[in-house]
């Protein structure tokens, strides 16, 4: 499984495409697969939003993740279950593409996307502008098969320094993986939303220490990256409290490599659901 | 066309729009209000960089209700000079440092140094600059409607 269109494609069938408006996707979350964190739903609303900007360019530039204001994670979406994508393309041109977009699950919206924007790089630079049209064709058509994607394995994570304030780990982007495949075939890049996701991760080992009140992400907001992540780079990330509510915590999430700072958010958490007895 | 030394914006009216601009700008970078200032150099001062532009360009389009051209502040800085007129292998030309004087008086001048390289033009965006980026597109706004 996996493979080009597979590794790190987050989309089954566009059932519903306005040219440089909008469009309405669906991918089926492989039940085989152990977890899939709303970072990827995040990403996979920002793929549909990137499909429908290509496209109305003719595919000659692609946009990067670079700003989001607000990305509401309200309820973890489960392997086997179905994702509806949604977005509403409000601008994209050669330049940019600002967007919002929803990820639900039988209706119960389950990610939020809000503001967000990503500037657009040459094509040619990144994947092939002909091969990519062919895709988009096929997917707003009778879709691709469903349940290509294996998950994205593990990456190692080590902890640098902890205290009841902040913490930081190395992260240890491979040299090679296979969802540098999609991303991108002629430039691989270490996808933003898996550099959030571990950013998440470190952050709740941070907040949620107290087991009768465990709390869960609700948001990550103010994301910006400032730079790419190559292939077997080192990034340092640091995550810090700065709202150390009882309900409502929230942290500033840094992530660098060396002295050069390449992404920035800040990550809330709300009490987790508790489930009834 | 505007006079060399003629305001474009009278003070009173850049200060009637920096409270929403400092909060936009705030807002978008993750900065304290503070902070910003109205000759704050948003990139060397605030860690703004050119994405954070187009994103406040957005922003302030929302805050303010109004429609603001994509990358024009470099343009209409310009104004009608021509571009070969304005920078020459990527540097700005005399010519051109006179316009820039001129369109960004906010900018203090030891700020805008010689040789500036074009690219570098966004280095020298305040919030003010934001402020008459706001004033331009509503007085812009009733003839864009009419």
């Not at chain 1, 152990?34 to 900007?53: D, I, K, N, R």
């Not at chain 1, 080590?158 to 780990?169: H, K, L, N, V």
């Not at chain 1, 609700?218 to 990330?237: A, C, Q, T, Y």
Request: net charge negative.
């Amino acid at each position: 499984m996996g493979g080009r269109y597979g590794a790190f494609t987050f989309c089954d069938r566009i059932t519903d495409y306005v040219p440089a408006r909008s469009a309405r996707a669906t991918f089926a979350v492989p039940a085989t697969l152990g977890e899939f964190p709303s970072c990827l739903v995040a990403e996979a609303t920002g793929q549909l939003a990137a499909w429908v900007s290509m496209a109305h360019i003719g595919f000659r530039g692609r946009p990067v993740a670079a700003l989001a204001r607000d990305v509401r994670m309200h309820a973890e979406v489960n392997p086997g279950e179905t994702l509806t994508l949604e977005v509403d393309v409000e601008e994209c041109d050669d330049n940019a593409v600002f967007y919002q977009g929803r990820a639900h699950v039988a209706g119960e919206e389950r990610v939020q996307l809000i503001d967000c924007l990503g500037p657009m790089l040459p094509q040619h630079d990144y994947d092939s502008a002909d091969d990519l049209a062919r895709q988009f064709a096929l997917l707003c058509g009778d879709g691709a098969a469903p349940g290509r994607f294996d998950g994205v394995g593990a990456h190692a994570m080590e902890t640098i320094a902890a205290d009841g304030e902040s913490r930081s780990a190395r992260l240890h982007v491979p040299v090679d993986a296979p969802y540098f495949v999609d991303h991108f075939p002629r430039r691989p890049v270490f996808p933003a939303t898996l550099l959030l996701d571990h950013a998440i991760r470190l952050a709740t080992a941070l907040v949620d220490v107290d087991d009768d009140r465990p709390r869960r992400v609700s948001r990550v907001h103010n994301v910006k990256m400032r730079d790419f992540i190559r292939p077997g780079e080192d990034v340092v990330l640091q995550v810090t409290k700065v709202a150390p509510g009882d309900f409502d915590a929230r942290v500033r999430m840094t992530a660098k490599i060396g002295d050069r700072k390449m992404a920035t958010a800040q990550i809330g958490f709300a009490p987790a659901r508790v489930e009834a007895a | 066309m505007r006079g060399l030394n003629e305001m474009e914006f009278t003070r009173q009216q850049i200060d009637a729009v920096f409270p929403k601009v400092a909060d936009v700008i705030a807002d978008a970078l993750g900065c304290d209000i503070e902070d910003v200032k109205l000759d704050s150099s948003l990139i060397e001062d605030l860690d703004a960089e050119s994405i954070d532009f187009l994103d406040l360009v957005f922003r302030l389009e929302r805050a303010f209700k109004v429609k603001i051209p994509r990358g024009k502040i470099v343009e209409d800085a310009r104004g009608d000079l021509a571009e070969a007129d304005f920078e020459q292998k990527g540097v700005v030309t005399d010519a051109g440092l006179q316009r820039l004087r001129e369109f960004l008086s906010e900018v203090p001048p030891e700020r805008i140094k010689t040789p500036l390289k074009a690219a570098d033009i966004p280095r020298l965006f305040t919030p003010e600059t934001f402020c008459k980026v706001v004033l331009r597109a509503q007085k812009n706004a009733p003839a864009a409607a009419a």
